[in-house]
């Protein structure tokens, strides 16, 4: 029977415990979360301002990418198109001597 009457005590204790606690650790729980709010507010510009310049950095480093993609680009048509340069030019001799060879029409008076 003692032991009995023991754990009735040590629950009661235990309730006791928890009843006068549970504003304690109420109070410690609201007061963390407005810190942190007013945290958070505290820093917002902050927070803000570092979005406003990783979007600049990563903007930057877009129109670099499409520079660099549109330099390759323009450097692998020209190194592509360099064997097709006799070809325009032998193109373009046959064109002038075709045109310059044409009769010319005189205008009707």
Do not use: N, S
């Amino acid at each position: 029977m003692e032991v009995v009457g023991a754990l009735v005590g040590i629950g009661l204790l235990l309730a006791l415990l928890v009843i006068v606690a549970a504003p304690f650790v109420l109070a410690l729980v609201v007061l963390a979360t407005v810190l942190r709010i007013f945290l958070a507010l505290l820093f917002l510009p902050f927070r803000v301002l570092g979005w406003g310049i990783g979007f600049g950095f990563a903007a930057v480093g877009l129109l670099v990418k499409a520079l660099v993609l549109a330099l390759a680009v323009a450097l692998l048509l020209a190194v592509g198109l360099v064997p097709l340069v006799p070809i325009a030019l032998l193109a373009g001799v046959i064109y002038l001597v075709v045109h310059f060879a044409r009769p010319r029409a005189v205008p009707a008076a």
